[in-house]
């Protein structure tokens, strides 16, 4: 595609309940990331793909989340038993640097509301 | 720790007056340091990076490390400049880019 897909553009879910965003990043980009970005904030870095594997996960908040990247493109970050303070966009961008280098390409973000 | 800082949150001109978007950092070392923007209802995207030393849309940033300050300037704003400004560095090669809280720049005409 032409640019950073994130599916989907909204959600809206309980509180407790299970959620899988997805990222389809630029082809041929190498490296993915995933930020969060809450109501008056910069984005916060959550984690980095390096090619499969997670090569920086250090922004993780909790061991409810969880993500995989298991054929190096399309990437899923994955929310278990979601609490309202996991409400905010959840951004996607990938670089085509074999490192953390280079600029980043965002999506457009998925906005998750926890009721 | 290290910190990025945008210390204002709104920043409003007229159109014509000079800007300087302010952003300071706390890292060790020799950071790279980056403006990201976003227009209204588009994508978080690069505006400008330290190392390329260029003028983007007629903004410039100078890293000033005495300082540890790389402010973001444009003599002359425009409307079309009305945007939402992320001061963003990152510590080296391998780390991962932080943002700092941003800043909303409103040109008036």
């Known amino acids: 595609g032409a640019g950073v897909s994130q599916t989907p553009s909204n959600k809206v879910t309980e509180k407790g309940k299970y959620v899988e965003l997805r990222c389809d990043p630029i082809?041929?980009?190498?490296?993915l990331y995933w930020y969060r970005q809450s109501l008056g904030q910069g984005p916060e870095f959550l984690i980095y793909?390096?090619?499969?594997?997670?090569?920086?996960d250090s922004g993780l908040p909790n061991d409810r989340f969880f993500a995989v990247r298991p054929e190096g493109s399309v990437s899923t970050l994955k929310i278990q038993r979601t609490e309202r303070g996991d409400s905010a966009v959840y951004l996607c961008?990938?670089?085509?640097?074999?490192?953390?280098?280079?600029?980043?390409?965002f999506g457009e973000g998925s906005r998750l509301t926890v009721l | 720790a290290q910190r990025v800082t945008q210390p204002e949150k709104l920043l409003s001109v007229f159109k014509g007056a000079p800007v300087e978007l302010k952003c300071n950092y706390s890292?060790?070392?020799?950071?790279?340091l980056f403006w990201y923007v976003q227009y209204s209802r588009q994508r978080l995207q690069l505006l400008l990076r330290?190392?390329s030393r260029e003028s983007i849309k007629g903004f410039t940033a100078d890293l000033n490390k005495g300082e540890t300050s790389f402010h973001l300037k444009k003599p002359f704003a425009q409307e079309e400049d009305s945007a939402m400004y992320y001061c963003?560095?990152?510590?080296?090669?391998?780390?991962?880019?932080?943002f700092g809280k941003g800043i909303t720049l409103s040109v008036r005409p």
């Open positions: 890292y060790s070392g020799s950071p790279e």
């Open positions: 330290h190392i």
């Open positions: 793909f390096q090619g499969t594997g997670a090569a920086d």
């Open positions: 082809s041929g980009h190498t490296a």
């Open positions: 961008a990938s670089s085509s640097g074999p490192l953390l280098t280079g600029e980043l390409f």
């Open positions: 963003a560095p990152r510590p080296g090669a391998n780390s991962k880019l932080t």
